[in-house]
């Protein structure tokens, strides 16, 4: 190359047939690109505008919560897992509650129960609204994001009124909820069921028939479903292959074998199937909390917690004139309690996926080892590989429609 | 297909695999047993390809540090068959000199990258693995921190000594 360098003069610049033309380009996209929306780098190989390889480095927001969380009490872990998938943390608080409740056998009463799962359903909703939303600004369409935000949004006061915390809410106890819900927070949940359906709908309009938003997505990132189950995926981008796996249906926690509704599935696992796949499992959780809502009017008021002593911290005025209270208060908080010398596997249908607490105790207060399977970790291995021979543009909707979450990826 | 449970996944490990499959228990109705070094890639791929178990979902594969036992490493499988519905929980302890297991990459794709985090804070050396390099930390680590023999803080640090809280 050099020499047919040499041989080209400063005032006549042709390109020769040894031109760098046909050669390769590294392209570093990320740690910090717009488009990515998080800490991603993927350092690829392009040649023009199609990529030809690529390698993705990850970890830049690691944090070792893994090893955070073996010097911590247990209900001091929730506000971690708060940070691992944060558009929908109150799924990940409460995967942590009911693997600790598994471990110590606590048995909620269903008024609890009912309650969590509008509140896992509502942050379903707000986890795959993002999603869906910032696929739309990716692929060129902006409006469609800024509708669904405001429900968003809406949803962010419902957690409001019932943890006081929007965004990392480190919602509920180990045993229960820290307090009811109260009247305002019913009635917002009722308010979001009647208000939601029409923007849902307003914004499948834009997107599903859309040429431009068709053409952008249908038969881009096409995955069959032996490759990602090959990958280990899990969640919508799994279903979108055409596997109905769904934890809350193989293995229902908080009596989600009560509710009736389906498990949406798609067939080429391609971007636009996978935005259909989060859209209609927008509709079952609103199905799903509606019928929450009607089984909690049958329980009897007022429960929100299991009556667990020794693992609930009771409420701060019994602490100060009670005698019992104050006992449980201590005990809880300087780790007193004895748990079971086991180990536990538990799992919830999170965001992206399989979301798994993998716990080991030692009977101490804090695990002795706690592993957290991260879908979005797992979903996001199959990125760089199935990138090559991608165009740029479809890599990047791609990354969208993966959902990966950079805090649930590094943890 | 009768539904599959806990003790009919045993007997087909037992049959085939004989003594090799030690240490069975069942905490929360997980099937949890120990195998070998040896062994361990013969058993993942039995439950894989075996037309009764269909054990094709590979959850998560993590270690755990015991750093008073014998073998001071264990490997932990997790394994799902989405068939049958049923897990499957299976350990293999390592010795804590050179911890060493072949690498399941061989049955899944997308055990590369849990095998790398493996590696990453246990130290643990996945035998075969295509691109065992550090993922979370950064790459001119010298340690492994999920061992227990480092600390979570500045070990000099008094302020959250246990004995200030009577523990």
């Given at each position: 190359m050099s020499d047919s360098i040499s041989k080209i003069t400063p005032n006549k610049l042709v390109y020769t047939d040894n031109d760098p033309q046909d050669e390769l380009f590294t392209l570093n996209l990320g740690p910090t690109h717009p488009a990515t929306h998080g800490v991603f780098q993927n350092v690829l190989q392009v040649d023009g505008e199609r990529i030809v390889s690529g390698v993705s480095t990850i970890g830049y927001i690691h944090r070792a919560f893994e090893k955070i969380a073996e010097h911590r009490p247990y209900y001091q872990i929730t506000p971690l897992t708060d940070r691992l998938n944060y558009c929908s943390s109150p799924i990940n608080n409460m995967g942590w509650h009911m693997t600790v409740e598994k471990l110590l056998d606590i048995e909620l009463p269903?008024?609890?129960?009912?309650?969590?799962?509008?509140?896992?359903?509502?942050?379903?909703?707000?986890?795959?609204?993002?999603?869906?939303?910032?696929?739309?600004?990716?692929?060129?369409?902006?409006?469609?994001?800024?509708?669904?935000?405001?429900?968003?949004?809406?949803?962010?006061?419902?957690?409001?009124?019932?943890?006081?915390?929007?965004?990392?809410?480190?919602?509920?106890?180990?045993?229960?909820?820290?307090?009811?819900?109260?009247?305002?927070?019913?009635?917002?949940?009722?308010?979001?069921?009647?208000?939601?359906?029409?923007?849902?709908?307003?914004?499948?309009?834009?997107?599903?028939?859309?040429?431009?938003?068709?053409?952008?997505?249908?038969?881009?990132?096409?995955?069959?479903?032996?490759?990602?189950?090959?990958?280990?995926?899990?969640?919508?981008?799994?279903?979108a292959t055409g596997v109905d796996y769904d934890v809350r249906v193989n293995e229902p926690y908080s009596s989600y074998e009560e509710f009736e509704f389906d498990i949406p599935v798609g067939t080429k696992g391609d971007v636009y199937d996978r935005f259909l796949v989060r859209n209609n499992e927008m509709w079952e959780s609103l199905k799903i909390i509606e019928q929450a809502l009607d089984k909690i009017e049958k329980e009897p008021k007022g429960i929100f917690h299991a009556d667990v002593p020794a693992f609930y911290l009771p409420p701060k005025e019994q602490v100060y004139n009670n005698m019992e209270a104050l006992i449980y208060h201590f005990k809880i908080v300087m780790g007193e309690i004895d748990t079971p010398k086991t180990e536990v596997y538990h799992c919830v249908e999170g965001g992206n996926g399989e979301l798994g607490f993998y716990l080991i105790s030692d009977g101490g207060r804090s695990p002795y080892r706690l592993h957290f399977r991260r879908p979005s970790f797992i979903n996001y291995q199959m990125y760089a590989p199935m990138s090559s021979g991608m165009l740029l543009s479809d890599a990047i909707i791609n990354m969208s429609s993966l959902n990966v979450i950079a805090g649930e990826l590094d943890a | 297909m009768a539904k599959l449970d806990n003790q009919t996944v045993l007997q087909h490990l037992q049959t085939r695999f004989t003594d090799h499959i030690q240490q069975v228990s069942e905490p929360y109705g997980l099937l949890t047993i120990e195998t070998d070094t040896t062994h361990i890639l013969e058993v993942l791929e039995f439950l894989k390809t075996d037309n009764n178990l269909l054990f094709g979902y590979l959850t998560d594969i993590t270690a755990v540090h015991y750093p008073e036992l014998e073998k001071e490493f264990a490997v932990v499988y997790h394994v799902h068959s989405l068939v049958n519905n049923i897990r499957i929980r299976i350990k293999v302890f390592l010795d804590g000199n050179y911890p060493a297991i072949p690498t399941a990459t061989v049955l899944w794709n997308g055990a590369n990258w849990m095998e790398r985090e493996t590696y990453d804070f246990y130290g643990i050396q996945f035998v075969g693995h295509p691109d065992l390099r550090r993922i979370l930390n950064v790459d001119d680590m010298e340690v492994f921190p999920m061992r227990k023999e480092y600390p979570l803080e500045d070990p000099n640090k008094v302020d959250k000594k246990d004995y200030f809280f009577g523990r």
């Open positions: 269903k008024r609890v129960q009912y309650m969590r799962v509008i509140v896992m359903e509502l942050s379903r909703i707000a986890d795959h609204i993002i999603c869906n939303g910032i696929l739309g600004v990716d692929t060129g369409a902006f409006s469609g994001f800024l509708y669904v935000m405001q429900e968003r949004e809406f949803i962010y006061e419902i957690f409001e009124e019932i943890c006081g915390a929007r965004l990392t809410t480190n919602i509920g106890r180990i045993g229960g909820f820290e307090r009811d819900f109260n009247e305002t927070a019913f009635a917002k949940i009722r308010e979001f069921l009647k208000r939601f359906p029409p923007v849902l709908k307003e914004f499948e309009e834009l997107f599903n028939r859309n040429r431009i938003f068709i053409e952008r997505t249908a038969d881009v990132a096409a995955v069959d479903a032996e490759t990602a189950l090959n990958y280990s995926w899990s969640g919508p981008i799994l279903r | -």
